[in-house]
Every structure is written in C-alpha cells, then in structure tokens.
C-alpha cells in the first residue's frame, strides 16, 4: 500500500495533510506491522495479522473518509501490540501481554528501557503528528472535528456480536448525539452508543488527549470488520458513515466541502 | 443575604445573568440551607453550618469574581447534604450518608421516590439554570469558559493540608494549565495541580457536564477556607486569584472587560 510519511516521523503516515474540510481523523490500528528488531514478538503464526495485532478494515475506511473530507489522516504505521497508540504509557493495554486469547511473548517482563524505546519510537510520534496538524489547524483558523476510526471483531471469546457500527464518546458527546440522530439514515445497521466498548474500557484516550484536551468535539467510530472484508466493502461503509457524519457535522455548525461525488446528505 | 432567584427555580440563585464578560461562574456549594421539610437531615447541630454542610467563603469568592469579570453566576441555594449539585443522580455521594466525620441521618434509607424528589427540586434546576446560561451566551456568540468555585477544610480526618489553592481539572487542562503557569504572581501561596481533590474523587462532574460537553475551557478552584474567614478576606482572595484569571483567560483568546478597579494583570 503506498504510504506517504515524514522522515521524521518514520512510525506515522500522513495524508492530505492541509486538507481544509472541518475534521481531523485518526486510525491508531492501521497496520499489522511489526518492525524487524521486534521479531514478531513471539506471535503464533496463526495470530500475526489477527485482529489482536490490528483493526483490519479500518485504514481503509480511513481513507475514504480522509478524501471524501478532505480531512487530513494521521494513522499509526506500527501494530498496536507494539505500542497501542489510544493507550497511554502507563496503562498495561499500551504495551499487553495478552489480548483476547492471544499470547504476546515479546511483550513479557519489558525493562524500563524497552518500553521507554516503544514509546518514544511508537507513540510519541503519532502524538507528534496530531498535535502539529491541530496546532497549524488552529493558527490557520479552521474549525476542527476529531474522529478515530476502528474495527471490532464480530465474536469475542467465542460471544457473537450484533451491534455494527459503534459511536463512541467520553464526557464530549456533542458529535456522538449528532450522528446517534441520524441513525435512521442507515435503517438497515445496528448502530448503538458505546457498544461493543466505552469509556469504562480505557478506549477513548485519544478524544481526551486530542479531541476534549483542545475543546474539539470528538467521536470514536467502531465497525463490525466482516463488514470491511474488502476495500470495496469499506469504501461501502464510508459511504454510509458519511450519511451520519456530514448531516451530524452541519448540526454542529461546520461547513461541508462540496464534493464531486456528493451524497444525498 | 440578598438573592435574585427565579420563580422557577427557588433552588438557584443567579447573578449578572446577562453578564457579557468570558466566564461563567458556578458555585454549587454556595449555601448551608435545608428547607424546612427536611427537618436539618437529622444533623447534629455542632456539623449544622460545618464545611460538611457547604463550602464556606465561596460564595463570596464567586460572587466578587462574577462582579469583576462581568460573569453570571449560577450558585446552588440548598445545602449539598440534601444534593450535592456537583454529582450525578447516580453518585452515593449526591445524598451522602456519611460526610467525613459527620452522620446524615435524614440520608438513610432514602426510597427512589424521596431521591427522585431531590434530584427534580435541586440538581435538575441547577443544571437547566447553567445549561440556559449557555445556550443563550453560545446564541450570543459569546465566548466562554466555566470556572467553579469551592473551598475546603484546612484539616481532613486529623491532617492538616499545606495547600491553600486547588487548581482542579479532568481531561480538559487548558485553562488550568495557564493558571498554573501564573502562579509565580501569587509567589505567597501554596498553589497545587489536582490538590487536595481531583478527577479520581468524582468532583468534576460539573467540570465535565457543562465544561467539557461543551467543548468549554474550563477549571475548579478549592480555597482553602481558613483563608475566607470574613467577607473581606473572600475579597482579597478574589483579588488574587484575578492574577492568575485574567492573565490565563488572555493567553487563551478570551477578551478580559476592562474595570474600574483594574489590577496590574
């Protein structure tokens, strides 16, 4: 996949990074990738590009929102069992020995020193990332919205999902309400408010870091990803998604760019 | 003391209610009040006006900070032992049974209807009171940040506390950020971050309702209240904490109303 990055920032990609449209989006689970030195951390094979080691689907749909936006994307290059870029550096999930039924050998008995090296060369960057195109977004008087976006597996130690499409918020739950309202545009999903995660699980650091620590509303978006079993199938999604976001969007206030492939929205 | 009230809302005092300054104030433990129904919630009368029943001095900290910044204040008449507007219906501590030391006996064993009561005829007017307040500053288009305003007790369970200002934040820190970065103009006071309560203690709930749900700047400042003994001495600690205000409020884009009794900030 072609990837546009910094040198600087060599664990972040960037795209359409002046773009003017009102929001910014993240997608911290973007990629499987696992950098040589950390020799694929001891996973099973069967595992290594599990939904444990990323959110398939997600960049993809990302994307799409990304250009039909004309957002501008910051998305992690690195798999989240490396550094899981919606945690923060204290939290045991950041850097988990465990996730689901997944054994993360490479992440057993980590010294000081080992996480330090994750986190400066993991997470800190894509903070980096966010908080340049917010800060230039803010000199440049552009009103912003944050949006992350994620996908969930449809059954969880063994447990079927029903739920979709997850709209997620913590304490700012302006553009979360505003995309609930027009759930009728998309009759056909389950669409449920902080489901099949919330705050509780220790999701929505980024919109605390990113979207409440600068007053931006914020909103975290979760998919079913045997709805993203391909690109097709996510660009699918972010049609439908936009159904919500730009209608929620206008609600807020922002303005919506005029796009060629405009929707009835 | 006087009091502006609406007939709507006997529970709620307002000040300045059209105040076209950058603030809004709130002060939910403004009152040791318990209306006569509540037959003093069984209190011993030697806790009857204790700091377990309000919090003494702020009031008149808020309402010299509401003069001086040209702020409404929305300010709780109702002793927080009957509602503590600053949590949630769904807190124990809303309607504590025990405050510190101090037993409740009218908070035993409270069935859903007497909650319910409370929660209707206390914390919904309060919180309607704020959110009207800026719904109709947002239509105003006036900028605004929340502050609130408490104080507590020099010595809690037998300790004494060594911090006399509390600046107090939960995900948002912005503007308690650029308090803090003042505090070298109170050189005199021992200022602290999340001191001597924080986000972990449920205390900012109103912090998050109507600061952060809105996207506001926003921060709750604890005095302690050995320093609010007499009026004036609330005014002299507004005066100060105007130091750290204004200059705070400046370097986040708030215009400050000039005033007559203008300070050097």
Redesign the interface.
Known sequence: MPRTTTASFPSVELHNRSGKGPVVILCEHASPDIPEPYHDLGLDPAHRFSHAAWDPGARDVAMALSRALDAPLVASRVSRLVYDCNRPPEAASAMPERSEVVDVPGNRNLTEAQRAQRIESVYRPFCTAVTQRLEERAASHLPTALITVHSFTPDYHGKPRTVEIGILH?????LADAMLAQSHRLAHRQIRRNDPYGPEDGVTHSL??HG??????NVMIEIRNDLLGTPADASTMADELLLLIEPALAELGFEIPIRGDAHDA
């Open positions: 913590d304490a700012d739950r302006r605390k870091l409440i620590g600068h007053g931006l509303a």
